[in-house]
């Protein structure tokens, strides 16, 4: 055997809870693993569970002390999997990799949430060092062990090394039924169906996509956050019931990883006190920062994703829980009305139809976004792909994912999800419901500020002539920014006078 043949395939930095994962995933497919981590004890740790889970005894992760040791255990030409947190750690790895005698030809993949900016700069910084590549990973520990969805990016020459290694170990969906392949099992692989991992484009757009993906992630949680609320405080149900209700639900259109999780969480006991843990979880939401840039970069591309900034302003608001709490107590609430049983089916009803609008519109925000930005920066992204990546794998999977591919595959020149004839059919069907779901609870005085604004969105999208044109008059009036006219080409552009005669000017 040559020396070659008997090193590790891959080389692997940071064994956190989606690095350690990631391993033990890449080892049941077969490949070899040099892993390091800073902190010994992980390392140690990831070859422990790699011994417990494989049942012929092989070793497959070969723990290492030094990055000069990793590359020692590599073949040639090197390739080495980045899972460390986004940022400056980025490129302190890269420089030590450099320091140790990484080669030109040698491939880093970084698999860490990084804002695509830095992708794009980290390929140029690094091209004379080595193949700086990025992977996105989605679906959490879950996923990072059994099959993620992944989004990967970069040099073409980088993917044909890295396709055969993503698609062992990606998320699996049945090419027939669009539903996902389960895998549960150390050392079970899967080795039918489509992976759910496929070339997104050049440097950055894996990392784009990725992005807009926990931006809908947001939204999306969001979404189902708002009816558990109303049927929590609106309806006085208990989280067994609710539980009950989304665990319904999560039969029908509204099938989803999130809508299935929820149901564990509300289930899910205390083991001090028998309560609902939920009760007892202190209600202010963290965030990492995707959800805030996708909605800056929203606002930079000049793409509307109302519901993906709610979302993230829902996070924001929850923190100021002291002052909440003292508002809560000085800002009176609405009338209170007694609902009958009847009337409470019908709420559910309502909420039903009003969740499944309001996620087709955050998936419509999330999918012009990514139009609007490949567009920008010539990515030539696949809609469709995109798409099947999502439905099995990450952490916004859900049924009507394959809805949302079948229309890219109907039309890949689709401007917006709302202009696809089953879409645009859904929406109408339940916007009436939809309508009464955001006017009860706010009547109840419930905040849903995602669902209302998607529809806010959808009554926007549909309406052929907003009031802008008013917006575009007081823009002149206090600052002539000139307006086009209907009856003229658009790029002509008027300014008048607007102060009438005998009439003074007025001073800001």
């Not at 193949?131 to 020459?157: D, K, N, Q, T």
């Not at 609008?357 to 990515?379: D, P, R």
């Not at 099947?388 to 049924?399: E, Q, T, V, Y």
Request: aromatic content about 8%; overall charge negative; charged content about 20%.
């Amino acid at each position: 055997m040559s020396e070659n043949t008997s090193k590790c395939d891959i080389g692997f930095v940071g064994l956190g809870v989606m690095g350690k994962n990631l391993v033990l995933n890449l080892a049941d497919n077969g490949y070899k693993i040099a892993a390091f981590d800073l902190d010994s004890e992980k390392v140690t740790a990831a070859m422990a569970q790699d011994v417990a889970e494989n049942a012929t005894g092989d070793a497959r992760v070969i723990g290492c002390s030094s990055y000069t040791e990793l590359l020692s255990q590599l073949k040639s030409p090197h390739l080495i999997v980045l899972s460390v947190p986004a940022g400056a750690v980025v490129d302190q790895v890269c420089q030590n990799l450099i320091g140790a005698g990484i080669h030109p030809d040698d491939i880093v993949i970084d698999t860490g949430n990084s804002l695509w900016t830095d992708t794009v700069e980290r390929e140029n910084k690094y091209k004379d060092n080595f193949i700086f590549f990025s992977s996105a990973v989605s679906g959490g520990e879950v996923g990072a062990r059994f099959g993620p969805a992944l989004m990967p990016s970069g040099s073409p020459y980088a993917w044909t090394r890295v396709k055969p290694i993503w698609s062992a170990i990606a998320a699996k969906v049945d090419a027939q039924t669009g539903k996902p392949i389960e895998r549960t099992k150390p050392g079970e692989i899967v080795t039918q169906g489509e992976p759910c991992a496929d070339y997104i484009g050049p440097a950055g757009a894996g990392h784009y996509v990725k992005m807009v993906h926990n931006g809908i992630e947001y939204a999306d949680m969001q979404i189902i956050c708002e009816a558990y609320h109303v049927l929590r405080d609106g309806l006085n149900l208990s989280t067994d019931e609710i539980a009950d209700i989304f665990a319904t639900w999560n039969q029908g259109v509204l099938d989803s990883y999130l809508m299935e999780i929820s149901v564990e969480v509300l289930r899910h006991k205390d083991s001090e006190t028998g309560t609902a843990l939920v009760d007892l979880i202190l209600d202010k939401a963290g965030q990492k920062g995707t959800g805030l840039w996708t909605a800056v970069s929203s606002l930079e591309v000049g793409c509307p994703a109302p519901t993906i900034s709610q979302a993230v302003y829902a996070r924001s608001i929850s923190s100021f829980k002291e002052l909440r709490g003292d508002t809560s107590r000085k800002l009176l609430p609405p009338e209170e009305v007694s609902l009958t049983e009847d009337e409470k089916k019908q709420v559910i009803e309502q909420l039903h139809d009003a969740l499944y609008c309001a996620k087709i519109c955050a998936y419509a925000q999330g999918f012009q976004l990514m139009k609007l930005a490949s567009l920008e920066h010539n990515w030539d992204l696949n809609f469709a792909s995109i798409a099947k990546i999502w439905r099995s794998g990450c952490i916004i999977r859900a049924a009507f994912l394959q809805s949302i591919t079948d229309a890219f595959e109907r039309n890949h020149k689709l401007e917006n999800l709302l202009l696809d004839d089953f879409f645009a059919g859904q929406l109408s069907d339940c916007q009436q419901n939809w309508r009464l779901a955001v006017a009860r609870a706010t009547m109840m005085g419930i905040p849903v500020g995602a669902i209302s604004a998607s529809l806010s969105y959808y009554d926007s999208m549909r309406c052929a002539v907003l009031p802008a044109n008013l917006l575009q008059g007081q823009r002149d009036f206090f600052g002539a920014h000139t307006f086009a006219r209907v009856d003229k080409p658009e790029n002509h552009k008027f300014h008048v006078e607007w102060t009438l005669p005998g009439r003074p000017i007025r001073k800001i």
